[in-house]
């Protein structure tokens, strides 16, 4: 039957091919991609979803981006037997398929700007790249469980959930994982973490009933289960440690749901109650207050004012199954018979790595307490932005004077930090990486 479904939708796909996913602009988004509509009337918030062809029709599971043009997807075992992985370095205009080296199907994945990262699947399958998802060696996880979340709230400190209530844990990058106890029997979907120590997990039945979310404040040391539901949650989004959001429904008695806590996961609320017989399977939030659920039946809730009100993306695609945005201007969705779906904020140019200038210059990289930035443009005309591992656009103090920009960076801890430089006049956009380092 699953097999029949997929079939059903990758002939739906052949028959659409690349298009933009609104009634207003009806060209495809090229290299060099330009989002400018010019109509009197409002655009809704789907007019930046774009179809992308990635040469497949397995279903792809979970994405992760470096920044806006460099990521890898993972999904389900390919003809040849191995679990997919695809890799794009230019947006989405072309993707490489990548070996993964395992026959199992792969559920979750997330990459660092130093160029490791990690996937995880079916069968306890880790899978590790030094070179940014060129090529992957397997990791000892020390189960069998089926792995399908994986979630590292900083570069050392990460988490795996997947079946049976497995949580795994590691605070030395990976190297090593140490199992923790849930008190959960049924599978675990997805898990975020917004600190170390502070993170929920989501859980369902096979047959999308039982929703659970669990929580842990002392980095899994103890788990909690803090909200339940008679229908399955398999998608939870984690913008800060007292906002929570958590999706899901019953595709067969029940509906698509979304529930918030805004106390830190003491108390709960259903904020959306969607489509009858659907299911939200993935999650976002650029910020608190802004964020996409993904779902069956082309259903993609999206809040832009903390979850009080949702509308719907409209993308039209069956099957959405995973999403994530490197910053809050750019994401990427993805689902069955190969879809993949990017989104890029309305009046936004993004440039790709080719096309890069050397009008912008940073130093010191690594920085300690003052990050300079030096440019063509008159400092007063472009928007300084800073990202951290996990796309969060993060609160800076910047002194601009003529061509030059100075942020402070004392208050940032070390990692890797994606810097992105937009012109306001025209709304070109160049992205640069720099670390901190005490």
């Given at each position: 039957?699953?097999?029949?479904?997929?079939?059903?939708?990758?002939?739906?796909?052949?028959?659409?091919?690349?298009?933009?996913?609104?009634?207003?602009?009806?060209?495809?988004?090229?290299?060099?991609?330009?989002?400018?509509?010019?109509?009197?009337?409002?655009?809704?918030?789907?007019?930046?979803?774009?179809?992308?062809?990635?040469?497949?029709?397995?279903?792809?599971?979970?994405?992760?981006?470096?920044?806006?043009?460099?990521?890898?997807?993972?999904?389900?075992?390919?003809?040849?037997?191995?679990?997919?992985?695809?890799?794009?370095?230019?947006?989405?205009?072309?993707?490489?398929?990548?070996?993964?080296?395992?026959?199992?199907?792969?559920?979750?994945?997330?990459?660092?700007?130093?160029?490791?990262?990690?996937?995880?699947?079916?069968?306890?399958?880790?899978?590790?790249?030094?070179?940014?998802?060129?090529?992957?060696?397997?990791?000892?996880?020390?189960?069998?469980?089926?792995?399908?979340?994986?979630?590292?709230?900083?570069?050392?400190?990460?988490?795996?959930a997947g079946g049976a209530g497995t949580m795994l844990k590691?605070?030395?990058?990976?190297?090593?994982?140490?199992?923790?106890?849930?008190?959960?029997?049924?599978?675990?979907?997805?898990?975020?973490?917004?600190?170390?120590?502070?993170?929920?997990?989501?859980?369902?039945?096979?047959?999308?009933?039982?929703?659970?979310?669990?929580?842990?404040?002392?980095?899994?040391?103890?788990?909690?289960?803090?909200?339940?539901?008679?229908?399955?949650?398999?998608?939870?989004?984690?913008?800060?440690?007292?906002?929570?959001?958590?999706?899901?429904?019953?595709?067969?008695?029940?509906?698509?749901?979304?529930?918030?806590?805004?106390?830190?996961?003491?108390?709960?609320?259903?904020?959306?109650?969607?489509?009858?017989?659907?299911?939200?399977?993935?999650?976002?939030?650029?910020?608190?207050?802004?964020?996409?659920?993904?779902?069956?039946?082309?259903?993609?809730?999206?809040?832009?004012?903390?979850?009080?009100?949702?509308?719907?993306?409209?993308?039209?695609?069956?099957?959405?199954?995973?999403?994530?945005?490197?910053?809050?201007?750019?994401?990427?969705?993805?689902?069955?018979?190969?879809?993949?779906?990017?989104?890029?904020?309305?009046?936004?140019?993004?440039?790709?790595?080719?096309?890069?200038?050397?009008?912008?210059?940073?130093?010191?990289?690594?920085?300690?307490?003052?990050?300079?930035?030096?440019?063509?443009?008159?400092?007063?005309?472009?928007?300084?932005?800073?990202?951290?591992?996990?796309?969060?656009?993060?609160?800076?103090?910047?002194?601009?004077?003529?061509?030059?920009?100075?942020?402070?960076?004392?208050?940032?801890?070390?990692?890797?930090?994606?810097?992105?430089?937009?012109?306001?006049?025209?709304?070109?956009?160049?992205?640069?990486?720099?670390?901190?380092?005490?």
């Amino acid at each position: 039957m699953k097999n029949a479904f997929y079939k059903f939708l990758a002939s739906q796909r052949k028959n659409v091919g690349p298009m933009v996913l609104n009634h207003f602009c009806t060209q495809p988004i090229r290299s060099f991609l330009l989002v400018l509509c010019l109509s009197g009337t409002a655009i809704p918030a789907y007019s930046q979803w774009t179809l992308l062809n990635s040469g497949t029709t397995e279903a792809l599971r979970s994405p992760w981006f470096i920044d806006e043009n460099t990521g890898v997807i993972v999904g389900e075992a390919i003809v040849e037997g191995e679990g997919i992985i695809l890799k794009t370095t230019d947006g989405g205009t072309t993707w490489e398929i990548k070996s993964s080296g395992t026959p199992n199907a792969l559920r979750g994945v997330q990459l660092f700007g130093d160029s490791t990262g990690y996937a995880v699947g079916f069968l306890g399958t880790i899978l590790k790249t030094t070179d940014a998802g060129e090529t992957w060696t397997t990791v000892s996880s020390g189960t069998t469980e089926n792995l399908r979340s994986i979630h590292f709230p900083s570069h050392d400190t990460g988490y795996i959930a997947g079946g049976a209530g497995t949580m795994l844990k590691t605070a030395d990058a990976g190297v090593t994982w140490t199992p923790q106890n849930t008190n959960v029997t049924q599978d675990l979907i997805n898990v975020r973490f917004a600190t170390n120590d502070i993170g929920f997990a989501v859980s369902s039945t096979g047959t999308f009933t039982d929703g659970i979310v669990i929580k842990t404040e002392d980095g899994g040391d103890t788990w909690t289960s803090v909200y339940t539901n008679s229908m399955g949650l398999l998608g939870v989004a984690v913008p800060n440690d007292s906002t929570i959001y958590a999706g899901g429904g019953d595709n067969v008695s029940g509906a698509s749901y979304i529930v918030r806590s805004i106390d830190g996961g003491d108390t709960w609320e259903e904020v959306y109650n969607g489509i009858a017989n659907s299911t939200l399977r993935g999650a976002w939030f650029v910020s608190p207050d802004k964020g996409w659920f993904v779902g069956d039946l082309g259903e993609m809730p999206f809040t832009n004012d903390g979850g009080d009100t949702w509308e719907d993306d409209g993308t039209e695609f069956n099957g959405l199954l995973g999403i994530h945005f490197p910053t809050a201007m750019v994401g990427y969705a993805v689902g069955s018979a190969g879809t993949i779906l990017k989104y890029i904020e309305p009046g936004v140019f993004i440039i790709n790595p080719t096309e890069l200038t050397d009008l912008i210059e940073i130093y010191p990289n690594p920085v300690q307490n003052q990050l300079m930035i030096n440019s063509a443009i008159p400092a007063s005309e472009v928007s300084i932005r800073v990202y951290d591992l996990q796309g969060k656009m993060i609160d800076i103090i910047a002194t601009l004077e003529n061509t030059h920009a100075q942020i402070n960076t004392t208050a940032l801890p070390d990692g890797f930090y994606t810097l992105q430089i937009t012109n306001n006049k025209t709304g070109r956009s160049e992205v640069r990486k720099f670390v901190k380092q005490e």
